[in-house]
């Protein structure tokens, strides 16, 4: 008589708890948020060390004063987009998809603005340390702008779909779709905020201190 070979019968595996999967996305935004502080930082240690250090008088090479008109309306642009959003966010009757359109519109606006104001200023990147921390940056922190403001247009997308249909889908994991949308809004409007108040903090050393 053969032996007939059957695989082992695996054990069975629970599913996911309903609320794992908001509490990643929020973790993620979280450590998406320590990310950014580890990049901008080198460009904080630029500035205080070149500056400290001032080589040969090379802090600033002839006049280098960036147009304080165009820092104050871009930092007051992604500040008001940040607000705006993070406080729809936080309220459940807050119209997130609008504050988020609206957030949107006044980060492009701003990251518009900064390659405007390259067009005017009358120093170049070459002109000295602070020129270099200036352009270097100001445009990372425009490129990386808009990363921050595509997971937000992602979050705006989702939530018109689901006032365009009039009802929410199925997902392939126990938590239901309200409760994904609700985490990627409260995940990406922090991590949007604390992405502007790094800009924030730009403005006051370039634009202050510098």
């Excluded at 929020?26 to 080198?42: A, K, P, Y």
């Excluded at 004063?65 to 987009?81: E, H, K, M, N, R």
């Amino acid at each position: 008589m053969e032996a007939s070979a059957s695989a082992p019968v695996g054990g069975h595996i629970e599913p996911e708890p309903p609320e794992w999967q908001p509490r990643a996305i929020w973790v993620g935004g979280r450590l998406l948020c320590g990310t950014i502080s580890f990049f901008f930082l080198s460009f904080v240690f630029a500035f205080f060390y070149l500056k400290a250090l001032d080589t040969n008088h090379s802090w600033k090479i002839g006049r280098v004063v960036p147009d304080g008109g165009f820092g104050i309306a871009i930092a007051a642009l992604f500040l008001f987009s940040a607000v705006i959003y993070r406080l729809a966010a936080r309220r459940p009757a807050g119209d997130s998809m609008a504050a988020g359109m609206i957030a949107v519109l006044m980060g492009l606006a701003a990251i518009i603005l900064q390659f405007v104001e390259y067009i005017v200023l009358d120093f170049g990147a070459s002109q000295g340390g602070y020129a270099a921390v200036f352009f270097g940056w100001t445009a990372t922190y425009a490129i990386a702008a808009l990363m921050g403001l595509y997971w937000i247009e992602i979050q705006v997308a989702s939530l018109w779909r689901v006032r365009r249909e009039g009802k929410m889908r199925e997902t392939e994991v126990p938590t239901s779709e309200t409760a994904l949308l609700l985490a990627g809004v409260e995940a990406s409007s922090f991590y949007w905020a604390f992405f502007v108040a790094i800009g924030v903090l730009a403005y006051i050393l370039l634009y202050l201190v510098g």
